[in-house]
């Protein structure tokens, strides 16, 4: 799995202000639940098509990030949780057991 790191507002600008598709895996470090998710996401990669951008957020690290998620692409706050964002619009939001790469997989191909 090739994760690019989020960590600072300017890179969320740069989601945010993109075209095309972007991933976000928001992970608790601290979670199980979460640790779960996050290792099941990285199993079913090959679902996904390899050029698209996931980024991984560490939320304990960088909790006011993942606020300014839930702000601009209004959406709920949840741990572990994946967004698809398609031309800086979240389209589709998964969280806990409900994460798979085979859902993500099928919202790109029906967007």
């Known amino acids: ?11 969320l600008g740069q989601i945010k202000s993109s075209d095309g598709y972007h991933v976000i895996f928001k992970h608790s470090t601290r979670c199980p639940v979460s640790m779960m998710a ?25 909790r006011d990030i993942s606020n300014a998620i839930a702000e601009q692409f209004n959406v709920h706050h949840e741990s ?6 398609k031309d800086g619009e979240c389209i589709y939001e998964a969280s806990h057991s409900d994460i798979t790469t085979e859902e993500l997989a ?5 967007s």
């Open 38 to 62: 996050k290792r099941r996401f990285e199993m079913g990669r090959d679902e996904i098509p390899q050029d698209l951008p996931v980024y991984y957020l560490d939320l304990i690290a960088f």
């Open 80 to 85: 572990p949780q994946v967004l698809l964002i």
């Open 106 to 110: 099928e919202q790109i191909l029906q």
């Open 1 to 11: 799995m090739n994760w690019i790191t989020l960590n600072n507002h300017e890179q």
